[in-house]
């Protein structure tokens, strides 16, 4: 098992800034790529931003210019800095990573997701 645990959410007024962090552990994994996605109240699960085993990005049409992902491979972490905040930001923010996990004598596609942290922007 792969395990990704988030942190850095919180309560920010419009305008301020956040930076998510998400880890991930286990044994026996090589990362490819890591994101985030959100869901606001009542709505659908949706992109946030992803990044490549080799540093490619994509960013939601919403979100470009105001966040930007990053990570760290030595520390197998992935995180977003997200600036300029706005009400419309609120959302549980959900890390995912998908990769490879080596067994005893296979090798195993993974796709796994954190527990989601909180982001609200709020006066």
């Known amino acids: 098992q792969v395990q990704l645990v988030e942190s850095g959410g919180g309560l920010v007024q419009p305008g301020g800034s956040l930076r998510l962090s998400c880890a991930a552990s286990?044994?026996?994994?090589?990362?490819?790529?890591m994101g985030w996605y959100r869901q606001g109240s009542g709505k659908p699960r949706e992109l946030v931003a992803t990044m490549t085993g080799i540093g490619s990005t994509n960013y939601a049409d919403s979100v470009k210019g105001r966040f930007t992902i990053s990570r760290d491979n030595t520390k197998n972490t992935v995180y977003l800095q997200m600036n300029s905040l706005k009400p419309e930001d609120t959302a549980v923010y959900y890390c995912?990573?998908?990769?490879?996990?080596?067994?005893?004598?296979?090798?195993?596609?993974?796709?796994?997701w954190g527990q989601g942290t909180q982001v609200t922007v709020s006066s």
């Open positions: 286990g044994s026996a994994f090589r990362l490819n790529a």
């Open positions: 995912n990573a998908g990769g490879v996990r080596r067994t005893s004598n296979s090798a195993i596609d993974f796709d796994s």
